[in-house]
């Protein structure tokens, strides 16, 4: 099955948002937590760069993990050598996935 790469972000509507297994599944590239948002900036944004056939497959990627997510903030295709800024270190886990 061919895969592609997304840059996505979501709104997590929950105080812990680490994802519930570590490092997620597979189909996590990497994961962040950008900031927060929402009415008193509480709510944690979440960035991660994910690997699926499609939009709907990579939302499915990311309810594994984080089950309170809601809907995207931002989705977009990224190129399969595509890395983010270095606003968004990389683990070791991460390093073995990118």
Do not use: H
Not at 38 to 51: K, Q, R, S, V, Y
């Amino acid at each position: 099955m061919n895969k592609n790469r997304f840059w996505c972000s979501w709104e997590q509507d929950s105080e812990d948002y680490r994802p519930l297994s570590y490092p997620p599944n597979k189909g996590v590239i990497g994961w962040w937590c950008s900031g927060y948002g929402g009415e008193n900036a509480e709510t944690p944004i979440l960035c991660a760069l994910i690997e699926a056939k499609d939009e709907e497959a990579a939302e499915s990627v990311v309810k594994k993990d984080w089950p309170e997510y809601k809907k995207w903030r931002f989705i977009e295709t990224a190129e399969k050598d595509w890395k983010p800024s270095d606003r968004f270190p990389l683990s070791d886990w991460m390093k073995a996935r990118i």
